[in-house]
């Protein structure tokens, strides 16, 4: 049957698909709009089944916090190259898909909600099918608190939240501070009490085989790897880091120098790799 340009077009963009694929899936539905839809996500579901095993280690990191600054949500949108990941399109599905994801407190619950009339899940897989490349949601992470502050870095490789325990002047500056901090610094955990007790144990175990083959007597190993353990929450965990833009104080004395009150509650990190 003969299928119009305009209907093709009409379909191209409410799918983003190519204008042949689009000829074609209008072809084969035989003119009705909402079938030829069908026929392209049945295509993106054969096109994700072939590249299931693809790796899909690039795409865009991204930070979204609610109006009232109370809770936040990172997301990555994984896809397989950095040419697909730096294009206009993909970063806008990226913004929209992590709008969404900011409503939703699990990431089963994200995949299943609704998006342009089908699941986040199906739309994955219909832009797998669109853009030729596995795309799927490769982190989610949740934040509340008090305060939070996001940091996004340069191209959308690495983003971050982190809570503050009240509002106080200068919030947003304080918070994205310590977001910038935690990107670049990369902590294993919020503070000492934050890190599992299994890291600790590893690390004292290291210090002390370091410390076996440095010929220290096998008395004065616990003493010594506990200053070395020290060292370790120092360089490691987020509050009592060197502070990135002050290195002679910690990141907690730089909040308290703000707010005699205010602590660090928490913070998530995802990054693309």
């Known amino acids: 049957m003969k299928i119009t340009a305009s209907e093709v077009n009409k379909l191209r963009k409410s799918t983003g698909a190519g204008m042949m694929d689009c000829k074609k899936a209008l072809v084969e539905a035989e003119g009705d709009f909402d079938k030829a839809i069908e026929v ?7 096109v994700a089944a072939n590249r299931a095993d693809r790796e899909s280690s690039e795409g865009a990191t991204l ?26 399109s993909y970063l806008a599905l990226a913004k929209s898909l992590a709008d969404q994801a900011l409503k939703y407190d699990t990431l089963e619950n994200f995949l299943s909600s609704d998006f342009d009339g089908m699941s986040v899940a199906e739309k994955l897989i219909e832009q797998t099918g669109v853009i030729g490349e ?9 934040l509340t608190a008090p305060y939070i502050g996001s940091y996004i870095h340069a191209g959308n490789k690495i983003a971050t939240l982190v809570g503050l325990s009240g509002i106080v002047d200068n919030a947003a500056e304080i918070s994205k501070n310590i977001a910038m901090q935690a990107a670049a610094m990369n902590p294993i955990a919020l503070d000492e009490e934050s890190v599992d007790a299994s890291i600790i144990q590893k690390e004292i175990e290291i210090a002390k085989e370091q410390l076996r083959q440095e010929g220290k007597p096998e008395a004065m190993l616990d003493n010594i790897a506990k200053g070395k353990i020290k060292r370790f929450f120092k360089d490691n965990t987020l509050v009592n880091q060197a502070f990135i833009k002050d290195g002679k104080i910690s ?7 703000a707010h005699a009150d205010l602590i660090v509650t928490g913070f998530q990190r995802i990054a693309l790799g």
């Open 63 to 88: 930070a979204k916090v609610n109006h009232d600054c109370t809770s936040g949500v990172l997301i990555s949108i994984n896809c397989e190259t950095d040419f697909v990941a730096k294009n206009s």
């Open 40 to 46: 392209l996500r049945k295509k993106g579901q054969k």
């Open 251 to 257: 990141v907690a004395d730089y909040v308290k120098s």
């Open 134 to 142: 596995k795309i799927e949601i490769g982190a989610f992470k949740k």
